[in-house]
């Protein structure tokens, strides 16, 4: 399996654009999540979703941000506008349901700069 | 809400053994989990605790003392690529929500 695949590696854009990062989950894997890391904040957990549903968006900053889950095989965590503090890496990863559920796979991240 | 602590730096020498602890606060709990992450990379688990006690894969074990809200992980025999930092993390008792806590920086030095 090629692992989580996220789209672009690196995005600058200036402040006020949209941005849209992207996400292909592993197949098979039933749970994806939106993760923000900064030096300040860590690891935060923006949203999650669980066969393609929203669970839990109350870590995404403001309504500023939107994520959305299609299909299984396909997400996206969309910023419009944006802003120079939205200056980050977004990680998105996956996990099976059942047996292996505790193990998140992670994708290589979208750094992130917003000027 | 849920709350982890764990050192923010450790520094050990090649070869040693180097404890990593964590403490966690929640209003439920399911699991404790490690990751690895290098500079530059993504997170990559390293082990799950469910149950008290230790699990141990090759080089690096885990703890888990539920009563006591801590666990560890212990890295033995340290290498040079060991360096990175290591995030303990907790899910939720709805076993989905993966909260990490703020990392710590292991350096190895030879």
């Known amino acids: 399996d090629a692992g989580v695949i996220q789209s672009p590696r690196h995005e600058v854009t200036e402040m006020g654009q949209e941005v849209t990062l992207r996400c292909k989950p592993i197949s098979g894997h039933n749970s994806l999540f939106w993760y923000r890391q900064t030096m300040m904040r860590g690891l935060e957990l923006l949203i999650y979703f669980n066969n393609n549903v929203p669970i839990d968006d109350s870590g995404m900053p403001e309504d500023r941000f939107s994520a959305k889950m299609p299909n299984a095989s396909f997400s996206t965590l969309k910023i419009q506008p944006s802003e120079p503090r939205d200056s980050a890496v977004y990680f998105c990863?996956?996990?099976?349901?059942?047996?292996?559920?505790?193990?998140?796979?992670f994708g290589s991240g979208t750094q992130l700069s917003v000027l | 809400g849920q709350s982890l602590e764990q050192p923010s730096e450790v520094t050990a020498v090649e070869g040693a053994i180097v404890q990593i602890n964590c403490t966690y606060q929640?209003?439920?709990?399911?699991?404790l989990s490690w990751y690895q992450q290098h500079d530059g990379g993504a997170p990559t688990f390293l082990s799950y605790n469910a149950l008290d006690g230790l699990e141990e894969t090759g080089r690096f074990s885990s703890f888990l003392s539920r009563s006591d809200s801590y666990g560890y992980l212990l890295l033995q025999e340290l290498q040079m690529k060991d360096s990175a930092s290591y995030f303990c993390a907790v899910r939720d008792p709805g076993g989905f929500k993966t909260i990490f806590g703020a990392g710590t920086r292991l350096f190895v030095k030879a």
């Open positions: 929640t209003s439920g709990f399911y699991g």
């Open positions: 990863a996956s996990s099976p349901s059942g047996t292996g559920s505790e193990k998140l796979f």
